[in-house]
């Protein structure tokens, strides 16, 4: 019988890398990301990518492959994730999915329609009027018609608000196709749990302001410098901020002020789009190794 997913997910910085490198280690289980910016290449800071040292004692997958200039759809991570899992299977090894974009976890799962095919019609109008109007005017629009999508993206990220829309306005008109859910996790009849990592405010902007200081000494602005703002991935939290000190408008101070109160704010969002996730197990951070250790040992396969 084929192993159970267990899929560790929760705001950014709430320690779910951590938690699934120990559970893989105790349940000899393989890691599939699902993280919509530690998928690229050379961005390990700004995205707080598996380490090498981390990628050595446990195997990873779709972690670091993606060339930063490269677009990357919900679609392509669920065909991507779904081979990863079937040879994680086929070698007769466990897998843990682990990462904080919620749109791709659900897409994962089955339980949101995606729609892999474009409207080269739709995709014009949709440009046309990225150009004539602001961000969040597009924005809006999409939080009028897609709330829970919405709540997942940046304002200010104009492509991945107008890809949103796209697909949205396509299932209004009966346009989208849900061919890739249908191959998701439970139509195949792959079991899984899904748990949340469920850390307090409080604790939680303790975490983010120790990462920023832990970013900015390991280099995220010469990272920033490198990748630069043509790059998709250059739409990350972080790397904004970053590029702008470098052209002179914030000082060193502003910058970290900036730096943590956006992944604040980005972790927020996270949980608003979690708190409409399916079938959501909440666990604290206080308890979490034993309390998923508890979980997983009670899967099928995992025993």
Same mark, same amino acid.
């Given at each position: 019988?084929?192993?159970?997913?267990?899929?560790?997910?929760? +705001?950014?910085?709430?320690?779910?890398?951590?938690?699934?490198?120990?559970?893989?280690?105790?349940? !000899?289980?393989?890691?599939?990301?699902?993280?919509?910016?530690?998928?690229?290449?050379?961005?390990?800071?700004?995205?707080?990518?598996?380490?090498?040292?981390?990628?050595?004692?446990?195997?990873?997958?779709?972690?670091?492959?993606? /060339?930063?200039?490269?677009?990357?759809?919900?679609? *392509?991570?669920?065909?991507?994730?779904?081979?990863?899992? $079937? /040879?994680?299977?086929?070698?007769?090894?466990?897998?843990?999915?682990? %990462?904080?974009? %919620?749109?791709?976890?659900? =897409?994962?799962?089955?339980?949101?329609?995606?729609?892999?095919?474009?409207?080269?019609?739709?995709?014009?109008?949709?440009?046309?009027?990225? *150009?004539?109007? +602001?961000?969040?005017?597009?924005? /809006?629009?999409?939080?009028?018609?897609?709330?829970?999508?919405?709540?997942?993206?940046?304002?200010? $990220?104009?492509?991945?608000?107008?890809?949103?829309?796209?697909?949205?306005?396509?299932?209004?008109?009966?346009?989208?196709?849900? $061919?890739?859910?249908?191959? %998701?996790?439970?139509?195949?009849?792959? +079991?899984?749990?899904?748990?949340?990592?469920?850390?307090?405010?409080?604790?939680?902007?303790?975490?983010?302001? =120790? *990462?920023? !200081?832990?970013?900015?000494?390991?280099?995220?602005? !010469?990272?920033?410098?490198?990748?630069?703002?043509?790059?998709?991935?250059? !739409? =990350?939290?972080?790397?904004?901020?970053?590029?702008?000190?470098?052209?002179?408008?914030?000082?060193?101070?502003?910058?970290?002020?900036?730096?943590? *109160?956006?992944?604040?704010?980005?972790?927020?969002?996270?949980?608003?789009?979690?708190?409409?996730? +399916? $079938?959501?197990?909440?666990?604290?951070?206080?308890?979490?190794?034993?309390?998923?250790?508890?979980?997983?040992?009670?899967?099928?396969?995992?025993?």
């Amino acid at each position: 019988m084929r192993a159970a997913v267990l899929i560790v997910t929760g +705001p950014t910085a709430s320690g779910k890398s951590a938690l699934a490198l120990a559970l893989a280690e105790r349940f !000899d289980a393989e890691i599939v990301g699902a993280d919509s910016r530690q998928i690229y290449r050379g961005m390990p800071i700004g995205t707080a990518a598996p380490s090498p040292a981390d990628r050595a004692r446990i195997p990873h997958h779709l972690v670091d492959f993606l /060339d930063p200039h490269e677009r990357y759809s919900a679609a *392509r991570f669920v065909e991507e994730a779904l081979r990863a899992l $079937d /040879d994680v299977a086929a070698r007769g090894r466990r897998a843990i999915v682990v %990462g904080g974009t %919620g749109f791709y976890v659900r =897409a994962l799962t089955g339980d949101v329609a995606l729609s892999p095919a474009f409207d080269p019609a739709l995709r014009e109008r949709l440009a046309h009027e990225a *150009r004539v109007h +602001p961000p969040q005017a597009l924005a /809006d629009w999409l939080a009028a018609l897609a709330p829970a999508r919405a709540a997942a993206i940046a304002p200010n $990220d104009p492509y991945r608000v107008a890809r949103a829309l796209e697909v949205a306005l396509a299932e209004r008109t009966g346009n989208g196709r849900g $061919d890739v859910t249908a191959a %998701g996790l439970r139509a195949r009849g792959i +079991p899984y749990r899904k748990l949340y990592l469920d850390a307090a405010p409080e604790v939680l902007a303790q975490r983010i302001a =120790a *990462r920023v !200081d832990a970013m900015l000494a390991a280099g995220l602005l !010469d990272e920033a410098e490198r990748i630069g703002a043509q790059a998709v991935a250059a !739409d =990350a939290v972080g790397y904004r901020e970053a590029l702008a000190h470098l052209a002179g408008w914030s000082t060193a101070a502003e910058l970290r002020a900036q730096l943590a *109160r956006n992944t604040r704010r980005y972790a927020k969002r996270q949980a608003t789009w979690f708190r409409t996730e +399916p $079938d959501l197990e909440p666990i604290l951070t206080d308890d979490a190794l034993a309390e998923a250790s508890r979980i997983a040992a009670a899967l099928p396969g995992w025993r």
